[in-house]
């Protein structure tokens, strides 16, 4: 019989943590990357990345690595795009994961067939897998919002955005104060001549930095408190740091702390303190040269950039998968409930760093397939959790919005993948094994 072989879409983070898994558990599989290399969206040179030049890590270099492979140790606390895309490069390499993949090849359609799944490439070849594996990433359709009115400047997506030498001599607009427009909105107010902040809500405000280490490695590695406790405990805590961020301009946050994503950014609050940028409400219509806001004010603008997010799609595939609020409802945000073997890897939202996440999924993905392979056409026990399991991954209580509707808390996943890997009588990840001798150098 012959040995079933998987197609794995896309190769940045999500893509390669699959193959390394698939590699060491002795799975065949094949890998198709639109692009020219490795990386996703940490490549700026690729074609409809979000990637700008001054954007980092918002996790820290201690949370975010793969298992097993460390982030150098020359490598900042929150390293450089630049530094992630040399990384994932490094991990590609390391881990001999180039040769399997086929590169400027993208999918144009996944077809059902019986016993398995029919592929289209973008090079004219037509593929049959045993199971496909959509890694192709969230942050590639751009969200555009409705600005009534008639505006006598420019108005583009954050997707547009890379230097921040697009500013010079302008007054700009950032829509949106999610981790990105933050980080724009910094841009703006080192090198705009005006620069302003749209915040339609709220948001609490994590620095990067607490008692001289990264905030993450804080909650990391110390005591993980239930929620009642660490909520209030935090929140005094961020009161100490940063204080009333209302006298700032910044609106109060209409939700407690945890319940939606805070923004890991310490200097936006910096350039508010100094008057480089100013905070201002939701957005009523455009005015010629001006922009309208809500509370009846108006501002002389010419660019606004709206960093307003991205829609998610699986568009060679997003027959097949069922979706809520915009987002493809997953068993563990992988397992397609209706369709076998059709997978989905990275499409979700979570309050911690994706690596060592995706690394989790990747094993819990290969342990379901190394489990048909050695009972090839017998029921699994799995396949009945994936059908009628939902159990709440959220962690507790979250604003009621689009996109928390799939939301998954990264101490709630962790710990109920650790409890499925029991119940099987799957191993966990090892680390040791995941790790090599003598990894290759990175060079930024």
């Known amino acids: 019989m012959n040995e079933p072989t998987y197609l794995i879409i896309g190769a940045g983070p999500c893509g390669l943590s699959l193959a390394r898994a698939f590699t060491q558990a002795g799975l065949s599989y094949e890998q198709v990357e639109r692009h020219t290399d490795v990386g996703g969206i940490w490549d700026i040179e690729n074609p409809g990345t979000p990637m700008y030049r001054s954007a980092h890590f918002i996790s820290s270099k201690t949370t975010s690595a793969f298992l097993g492979f460390p982030m150098p140790a020359d490598y900042p606390d929150y390293p450089t795009n630049r530094q992630i895309l040399a990384y994932l490069r490094s991990f590609a390499r390391t881990f001999g994961l180039y040769g399997r993949i086929r590169f400027g090849v993208g999918v144009l359609d996944v077809q059902e067939m019986p016993g398995g799944w029919q592929v289209a490439f973008t090079d004219g070849q037509v593929r049959t897998y045993a199971g496909v594996i959509c890694a192709t990433g969230t942050n590639w359709e751009p969200q555009m919002p409705e600005l009534p009115g008639v505006f006598g400047g420019e108005v583009r ?3 547009t955005y890379t230097s921040p030498d697009e500013f010079r001599g302008r007054r700009v607009l950032v829509l949106g104060a999610g981790n990105s427009g933050c980080d724009i909105a910094c841009d703006a107010a080192r090198s705009a001549d005006a620069a302003f902040i749209s915040m339609r809500r709220g948001y609490h405000f994590i620095p990067k930095r607490v008692f001289g280490r990264p905030a993450d ?3 990391e590695n110390g005591p993980h408190l239930p929620a009642f406790i660490e909520r209030p405990v935090m929140q005094g805590l961020l009161r100490l740091v940063t204080g009333d961020l209302t006298k700032l301009g910044l609106p109060k946050p209409d939700h407690r702390l945890f319940e939606s994503h805070p923004i890991v950014n310490d200097q936006l609050l910096h350039h508010l303190a100094h008057g480089d940028i100013r905070v201002k409400g939701d957005v009523a219509r455009l005015d010629g040269p001006d922009v309208v806001f809500r509370d009846g004010t108006r501002e002389a603008v010419d660019l606004i ?6 829609t998610m799609n699986i568009p060679y595939a997003r027959r097949y998968f069922e979706w809520k609020s915009e987002r493809p409802d997953l068993y563990l945000t992988m397992f397609n409930r209706s369709h076998h073997n059709l997978f989905g890897l990275g499409y979700l939202e ?6 060592p996440l995706a690394d989790w999924m990747a094993h819990l ?3 379901y397939l190394l489990e048909q392979r050695a009972y090839p056409g017998g029921p699994q ?5 994936i059908r009628e399991d939902r159990t709440d991954l959220s962690g507790g209580a979250h604003v009621d919005s689009p996109r928390h509707a799939l939301y998954v808390q990264r101490r709630a996943f962790l710990t109920h993948l650790r409890a499925l890997c029991r119940r099987l009588n799957w191993p966990e990840p090892d680390e040791a094994a995941l790790s090599v001798p003598a990894r290759q150098a990175v060079s930024a």
């Open 381 to 385: 026990p799995f396949d009945t959790l």
């Open 217 to 219: 490695t804080l909650a």
């Open 350 to 355: 979570t309050d911690g760093s994706l690596y």
């Open 305 to 310: 950039i709206c960093a307003t997010g991205y």
């Open 365 to 367: 993905l290969t342990q």
């Open 157 to 159: 997506h954050s997707v």
